[in-house]
């Protein structure tokens, strides 16, 4: 496995015709980071995924891949490109006449000119990662929703992707299955540390699975940034997306504008515990975790005090210890941490966040710069 790299966009703009469908969305996916995309249907969550792996072109803005800006680049390079990628397609997209060997093979058969003893060495690894071996012979007419999605799973990583992109994976899955392909994704995403790009409805799998969080709301991307600014936020938009309340600002049209402010004004943000993230079931920490925890250590005065508290609280006694944290608001060893007291931890925090421009809104410590 080849590990994970960083995807950088920047300024992108997409509309069809006259329709614009968002605008100026900037924001960095660390190399390695499981990244989790909400927002209400037709904000263009999969718009944004066929623009980056170039099925659709932005008409503004860029994405940069290994320096390489992907909105800009020849279509050879791009065709080169589109290899790095993996991706999870709704309904898991397998040809229906196809057993899974072969659907799972297709792709090998396809980019590269690998002999059909190394292309079965490779298909049984990925089957049995997702947990199908012994399904090879299989249709996809002949197995369940969970099956079919394990095996474009498969399929999504057999050429070893460094970006995985994931379209509704958990669509049409009871909360078991949900939690089986959750649990699935914690450690593929360990044993290959590439970069994850998830796009979920499921409200748990948001508070569960993701180091990063970000929420497409009207035309732009309201906020990304670690999972514990988004978990603690009180911003109405991403507080009752985070926890699926009927109250708040988005309503059954996605547009209501006008009932925005109303409803903004008469909401009581409470925001519950962050629930703990899944860790992978051997047990071993993740690559990228390592990586994020330098990474927001660094941003932590920027962040608000409650995610600054709730980063700190995650952290294991050696962490603490390291970044010279013993007694702010935790203890040392052992026992419990200390009940979040809203204080400052190292530097004192960033101002609170700006109110949101009409444009861009606060998209948090990790976007790229506005263009
Ligand atoms: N090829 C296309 N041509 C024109 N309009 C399109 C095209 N693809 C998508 N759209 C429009 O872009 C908007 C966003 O669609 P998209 O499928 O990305 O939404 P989504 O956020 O993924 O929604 P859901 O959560 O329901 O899957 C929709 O209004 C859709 O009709
Ligand atoms: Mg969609």
């Known amino acids: 496995m080849s590990g994970g790299v960083e995807v950088r966009v920047e300024g992108l703009t997409k509309s069809f015709g006259m329709a614009n469908i968002w605008s100026d969305v900037s924001f960095t996916m660390p190399k390695g980071e499981i990244n989790v995309l909400l927002g209400p249907s037709g904000t263009g969550k999969s718009v944004f995924l066929k623009c980056l792996i170039g099925l659709l072109k932005p008409e503004a803005g860029s994405i940069f891949i290994h320096d390489i800006d992907l909105v800009r680049t020849s279509a050879e390079k791009m065709y080169e490109i589109r290899k790095l990628f993996?991706?999870?397609?709704?309904?898991?997209?397998?040809?229906?006449?196809?057993?899974?060997?072969?659907?799972?093979?297709?792709?090998?058969?396809?980019?590269?000119?690998?002999?059909?003893?190394?292309?079965?060495?490779?298909?049984?690894?990925?089957?049995?990662?997702?947990?199908?071996?012994?399904?090879e012979m299989k249709l996809p007419g002949e197995i369940s929703g969970g099956m079919r999605k394990r095996a474009g799973l498969a399929r999504a990583l057999v050429l070893d992707p460094e970006i995985v992109l994931f379209d509704e994976p958990d669509s049409g899955l009871d909360p078991v299955r949900t939690a089986y392909l959750n649990q699935l994704i914690v450690d593929l995403n360990e044993a290959t540390d590439a970069t994850f790009l998830i796009v979920t409805h499921d409200i748990n799998t948001a508070q569960t699975l993701p180091d990063n969080i970000g929420i497409m709301y009207h035309k732009h991307l309201a906020m990304f940034g670690p999972r514990e600014l988004l978990l603690t936020s009180e911003d109405p938009v991403v507080a009752q997306f985070l926890n699926g309340r009927r109250e708040g600002p988005i309503g059954m049209?996605?547009?209501?504008?006008?009932?925005?402010?109303?409803?903004?004004?008469?909401?009581?943000?409470?925001?519950?515990?962050?629930?703990?993230?899944?860790?992978?079931?051997?047990?071993?920490?993740?690559?990228?975790?390592?990586?994020?925890?330098?990474?927001?250590?660094?941003?932590?005065?920027?962040?608000?005090?409650?995610?600054?508290q709730a980063i700190v609280d995650s952290l294991a006694d050696a962490d603490r210890q390291r970044y010279?944290?013993?007694?702010?608001?935790?203890?040392?060893?052992?026992?419990?941490?200390?009940?979040?007291?809203?204080?400052?931890?190292?530097?004192?925090?960033?101002?609170?966040?700006?109110?949101?421009?009409?444009?861009?809104?606060?998209?948090?410590?990790m976007s790229g710069p506005p263009r």
């Open 324 to 365: 010279g944290l013993v007694g702010a608001g935790a203890p040392a060893s052992g026992g419990p941490a200390a009940p979040s007291s809203g204080r400052h931890l190292l530097r004192p925090p960033a101002p609170p966040m700006p109110p949101r421009p009409p444009n861009g809104g606060w998209r948090g410590p």
């Open 253 to 308: 049209s996605e547009e209501k504008d006008a009932s925005e402010k109303a409803a903004e004004q008469g909401i009581r943000i409470t925001v519950p515990p962050m629930k703990p993230q899944l860790m992978p079931s051997n047990r071993r920490r993740r690559a990228a975790e390592d990586r994020r925890l330098e990474r927001v250590m660094g941003m932590l005065h920027e962040l608000p005090p409650r995610a600054q």
């Open 86 to 135: 993996g991706v999870l397609f709704q309904d898991g997209a397998l040809f229906g006449s196809m057993n899974l060997y072969d659907n799972i093979a297709f792709p090998l058969r396809e980019h590269t000119k690998k002999s059909e003893p190394e292309i079965r060495r490779i298909v049984a690894e990925k089957m049995e990662m997702v947990g199908l071996a012994g399904d």
